[in-house]
C-alpha cells in the first residue's frame, strides 16, 4: 500500500504491521508502507511500478479538460510525481515595439546610485543633472500613468516564416504573373519559447525554418501532398541522408491541425531516437482566407481558362534547417582505426559528409613549411581551387595530421605538395601532386592543370 501527500503535508495513513519508510524518487517523495519481514527496496520497485502504472491508465491533461479535473489529483507515468493545474501558456515570445519600455514605469533611480555614476563628461555629476543631461526624464517618467501600456506597441516574435509568405502572395502573384500551381520559398529565423529546450540543436528556442508554399487549384491538394512528400526524401537522400533512417508518418486525424486535410511528417532516427525532421501539410485555403478575411484585401486568384476567381489551396513543405544539420552530423559522424605516422592503429574521427555537402571541399597542404618551394607551389594551387570550391590551407604540423585534422571536419579530399610536385626526384611526375581521398584513404598523382576538373566533377 503506498500514498502521496498533497502539495508538501502528508496524508495520515495508520496501518497495523506496516512500517512507512520516506522514499525519494526524481526530486519527488512518496511514503511506501512495508509489510514485516519484506525488503524495502522490493517495496520501492513494486510502488514505483504501480504509479507508473496508474498513470498510463489517466487521460491527458488538455486545457479543455480544465473543468473536469479541477479539484482531482493526477500523477505523472513516469515517476508518479502529481501534476498540478493546467495552465494557459504563450508559445510565442512577447516584446514591444517603439523608444518606450513600459515596464520602466515604476522604476526609480536612487539618489544613491545616480551620485556614483560618472556622467557624459568623465565627472561624477549631482542627479538632477545627471539625469537632464542623459534625458533620463523622457526615459523614466514621474508615474506609471506617463506611460499608459499601449496595445499597439505589443508584437511577437515570429513563430514561423510562412506567415510573411502569405502576407505578400499577392503582391508576388501580380509582379511574376505565375500561373497556379506555383510556389514561395523562404528561409529564416523562427522564435519559440518552448518549455523544455533539449538534445542540443533540435529543440531550441531560436532556430532556422524553411517553408515553401506550393499554391494550387482545390482538386490538386492531395496529389501533390504525395508528390511533395516524396521530392522532400529525395531532398534528403541527395544531402547524403540514408533512405533507412528516414520515415515518412503519416498523421492520424485526431493530431493534425483542424485546417489540415492531410499531413506527413518525416522522421529520422536520432541517437536519442525517431524524432521529426519535417512536416508537408495540405493546408487548403485556410491561411489565404484568413489574411483576406483580417485584411479586408482580396487574395483570390483570377483563372484566365475558366473565369472564375478563388482563394488558392496550399501544400505545405516546412522544414527545420537546424534539425537537417544536426542529421547531417548524426549520419557522417563515424570512427574507425587507421595507422599513424609511424605505422601504429590508433582511432580515427571522421564526418563522412557528402562531398557537396562538406563545408570544406579541399585541404591544400606543402609537405614542409620550411621549404619555399612547397609553400610557393602549394600557394598556387589555394588560388587555381578557391574561385570553384571552399578550400582550406595547413602548412602546420606532419602530414598525418593534418589529413586527421580535415577528416574531423569532413573535408573530402586532401592535396599534397610534396618534392615529386617539383620534378626533384622524377621529371615525369613535375607539375602533379597526391590526390588524398577522406573516406579511403587512398592517394593518387593528378596533374595540377586537371585538378579543377576532376575535384568539381566529385563534389557536385
Known amino acids: 500500500m503506498l500514498c502521496r501527500s498533497p502539495g508538501s503535508h502528508w496524508e495520515d495513513v495508520f496501518v497495523s504491521g506496516y512500517s512507512i519508510p520516506k522514499r525519494r524518487v526524481s526530486g519527488d517523495v512518496f511514503r511506501v508502507l512495508v509489510r514485516k519481514g519484506e525488503s524495502e527496496s522490493k517495496a520501492d520497485k513494486t510502488a514505483q511500478a504501480l504509479y507508473r502504472k496508474r498513470g498510463l491508465q489517466l487521460p491527458i491533461v488538455t486545457l479543455q479538460s480544465k473543468q473536469r479535473i479541477e479539484n482531482t489529483r493526477d500523477f505523472n507515468p513516469e515517476n508518479g510525481a502529481e501534476l498540478t493545474q493546467p495552465r494557459a ?4 515570445f512577447k516584446t514591444r515595439t517603439g523608444p ?3 515596464g520602466m514605469a515604476n522604476t526609480l533611480i536612487s539618489a544613491e546610485l545616480l551620485a556614483g555614476v560618472t556622467g557624459p563628461a568623465g565627472s561624477v555629476a549631482p542627479a538632477p543633472d545627471l539625469i537632464q543631461s542623459w534625458n533620463l526624464i523622457n526615459v523614466v517618467p514621474q508615474s506609471a500613468s506617463a506611460v499608459a501600456e499601449d496595445d499597439a506597441s505589443v508584437a511577437y516574435l515570429r513563430p514561423e516564416t510562412a506567415q510573411s509568405i502569405f502576407v505578400q502572395f499577392k503582391n508576388i502573384l501580380e509582379v511574376s504573373r505565375r500561373k497556379l500551381p506555383f510556389g514561395i520559398a523562404q528561409i529564416g529565423k523562427a522564435f519559440r519559447n518552448e518549455i523544455n529546450p533539449r538534445n542540443f540543436t533540435f529543440r531550441s528556442r531560436e532556430f532556422e525554418q524553411m517553408e515553401l508554399e506550393y499554391f494550387c487549384r482545390a482538386g490538386e491538394g492531395m496529389k501533390l501532398l504525395d508528390y511533395w512528400l516524396e521530392e522532400r526524401l529525395k531532398f534528403y537522400e541527395n544531402i547524403g541522408i540514408r533512405r533507412e533512417k528516414l520515415h515518412a508518418r503519416k498523421v492520424p486525424d485526431e493530431e493534425r491541425a483542424f485546417y489540415s486535410k492531410g499531413t506527413y511528417d518525416i522522421e529520422y532516427d536520432f541517437p536519442f531516437g525517431r524524432q521529426e525532421l519535417e512536416g508537408v501539410a495540405y ?3 485556410y491561411d489565404l482566407s484568413q489574411h483576406q478575411s483580417a485584411s479586408g484585401k482580396s487574395l483570390e486568384y483570377f483563372d484566365e481558362e475558366t473565369k472564375q476567381r478563388f482563394v488558392p489551396h496550399v501544400v505545405e513543405p516546412s522544414a527545420g534547417v537546424d534539425r537537417t544539420a544536426l542529421a547531417l552530423i548524426c549520419e557522417a559522424y563515424s570512427e574507425d582505426q587507421a595507422p599513424d605516422e609511424k605505422g601504429k592503429m590508433e582511432m580515427r574521427i571522421v564526418l563522412r559528409f557528402h562531398p557537396r555537402m562538406a563545408p570544406i571541399k579541399c585541404g591544400v597542404f606543402p609537405l614542409l613549411k620550411n621549404k619555399e618551394p612547397l609553400v610557393a607551389k602549394a600557394k598556387e594551387i589555394v588560388a587555381l581551387l578557391r574561385p570553384h570550391m571552399n578550400i582550406f590551407y595547413d602548412e602546420s604540423g606532419a602530414i598525418g595530421r593534418r589529413y586527421r585534422r580535415q577528416d574531423e571536419i569532413g573535408t573530402p579530399f586532401g592535396v599534397t605538395v610534396d618534392f615529386e610536385t617539383l620534378g626533384e626526384k622524377d621529371a615525369a611526375l613535375r607539375d602533379t601532386v597526391t590526390l ?18 576532376t575535384l568539381t566533377s566529385r563534389i557536385r
Open 89 to 92: 501558456f504563450n508559445l510565442m
Open 100 to 102: 518606450v519600455d513600459p
Open 283 to 285: 493546408r487548403t485555403d
Open 436 to 453: 588524398r581521398e577522406r573516406d579511403s584513404m587512398k592517394q593518387k598523382r593528378v596533374a595540377i592543370r586537371d585538378l579543377v576538373n
